[in-house]
């Protein structure tokens, strides 16, 4: 059983950076994480959970929209770093990261509010 964890959230200002991690609780094998695709998806309060950028087991990376964030992994330790650049009041909310698709797995989120 796969469990991911998500850490770096915080309040910001408007116009500030982020970097979230997701990692795993227990580690698994580099040969089998670099398989695995993960997503990020962010949760707005009152809102639906809508992807916002993926990362496949080599680095290649698919964002939803805005290029203000930039993913990046390392598969010997196990993590997914998420950077988010010139934060917006509109980028509160949960973040989740996920392993396997919508039935795969999913951490508890790290909550991120932008407020001056």
């Known amino acids: 059983q796969v469990q991911l964890v998500e850490s770096g959230g915080g309040l910001v200002r408007p116009g500030g950076s982020l970097r979230l991690s997701c990692t795993t609780t227990?580690?698994?094998?580099?040969?089998?994480?670099?398989?695995?695709?993960v997503a990020w998806y962010h949760q707005a309060p009152g809102k639906e959970r809508e992807l916002v950028a993926e990362i496949s087991g080599d680095g290649d990376t698919d964002y939803a929209s805005s290029h203000r964030f930039a993913l990046s992994r390392d598969n010997a330790k196990n993590t997914i770093w998420m950077q988010i650049h010139s934060l917006k009041p509109e980028d509160t909310g949960v973040y989740y990261c996920?392993?396997?698709?919508?039935?795969?797995?999913w951490g508890q989120g790290t909550q991120v509010t932008v407020s001056s």
């Open positions: 227990t580690r698994i094998p580099e040969s089998t994480f670099s398989r695995d695709r």
């Open positions: 996920n392993m396997g698709g919508m039935a795969g797995y």
